[in-house]
């Protein structure tokens, strides 16, 4: 097969344009952005979890208002939603975010990220997550879909399938929520494509998998058709 002049040329632009931007961006860019808006649930253990992990020193807290359990941890960066200055910090940043999850926010801010309400600072910085194709967690206590039925249910899983259709996954304030597990409640060795279609179709966009975990061409490429992204924890 013959490539002409103008697909080499396109190649070698689009080499030369990822290397002049792999430049510009910081060294520190595996940074995640915690967005907490209103006071959080259970501090202690958020800030034990990320200890457990030891990613709290890859973290930066944008909080709506002063919580002492976080601000007294030297290794995670704090920013305040009206500081101006910390505002501005968090939008020249963007760049250098791997991620932005944002701790158990109330239904009135998923509405409003929902209608693109950008006068509020804190869905205004998640679209621009979105916008340039970050991952936007939204952590919940509780799974939307398993909540008893009546009116709160019913707004929560009309909400979380917009915000879904938006690109925002949904996962627990504690890790493993959202993993792939069998029906024997083992989790499972073997992603399918078939797998990664149910997921998807409960609401999922990211999902977990235990190292070791194989994962299928046909599962993989289905995942990317999803936008679904597989973690091998």
Known sequence: MKISKEEISSVIHRVLLYYMKKKEIPEDSDKILFMVPGYPIAPEELVAEYELYDELKHVEF???EACPSICASDTAGI?????????????????????????????????????????????KAALCFLMTKKTVKVRLPYDPRELPEGRFAKQIRDLAADLWDMGICFT????????????????????????????????????VVR????????????AKERNVHIITT
């Open 79 to 123: 920013l305040y939603k009206g500081r101006k200055e910390d505002e501005k910090k968090v939008f020249a940043a963007i760049g250098r975010y791997k991620r932005l999850e944002i701790y158990a926010p109330a239904i009135d801010f998923l509405r409003n990220l929902r209608e693109g309400r950008e006068e509020d600072i804190f869905v």
């Open 172 to 207: 627990g304030l504690v890790p493993e929520f959202g993993s792939l597990v069998s029906e024997a409640g083992e989790p499972d060795s073997l992603i399918t494509e078939e797998k990664v279609e149910t997921y998807y179709e409960r609401g999922y966009r990211e999902l």
């Open 62 to 64: 944008f909080l709506e």
């Open 211 to 222: 190292k070791g975990a194989v994962v299928t061409p046909l599962a993989l490429e289905r």
